[in-house]
């Protein structure tokens, strides 16, 4: 991890101080966008631009909650922007790297006409994190599954950590 990426996460992890549950979550999509954008293939330029979105993906959280009374998507987006820029720039990263986050984080919520491979992975991580956090259940998993998931890696990670007959799975490693 370079030292830009570094300093985003130390500032991200800064920025919510004081709730573990922002600290971790964000952490969690890191990661899970990182492993799925690695075994997709990603170059290392947009795996390093996914880093960054990953880590600023839920900015808007805190200040929509303040505003609206909500942190919903939909009010994360409309604050996120200015959020995303300010970051950034403040952290000495690219304008090109700038552009691109602050459009995504500030669209990451909505689900149609994603235009890249770092956005479908964005909220195909966030989804992963989202569905076990929430407690949801197989329905909409199996519904965010057929809708949202695109990419093989994103796919065989969801049945895996939620679809998969663990009883067949446990017989058959240890026969």
């Not at 996460?9 to 690695?38: C, T």
């Not at 949801?136 to 998931?149: G, K, N, Q, T």
Request: aromatic share 10%; hydrophobic share 40%; net charge negative.
């Amino acid at each position: 991890m370079d030292d830009k990426l570094k300093a985003l996460y130390l500032a991200m992890w800064k920025w919510d101080e004081g709730d573990p549950q922002l600290i971790q979550h964000f952490a969690k999509v890191h990661s899970f966008a990182k492993l799925i954008g690695s075994c997709e293939g990603l170059d290392e330029k947009t795996l390093y631009l996914l880093e960054v979105e990953t880590l600023l993906h839920d900015i808007g959280i805190i200040p929509a909650r303040r505003e609206f009374g909500s942190g919903s998507g939909k009010y994360q987006e409309k604050v996120s922007d200015p959020l995303v820029r300010e970051m950034l720039g403040g952290l000495g990263f690219d304008p090109e790297i700038i552009e691109r986050a602050a459009f995504v984080v500030s669209h990451h919520h909505t689900y149609k006409d994603i235009d890249g491979p770092d956005y479908q992975i964005l909220v195909e991580a966030d989804f992963l994190v989202n569905l076990y956090e929430e407690d949801e259940e197989e329905e909409a998993i199996v519904a965010a599954r057929d809708s949202i998931f695109k990419t093989e890696t994103g796919k065989k990670l969801l049945y895996e950590m939620f679809l998969a007959d663990r009883q067949t799975f446990v017989k058959e490693v240890r026969t």
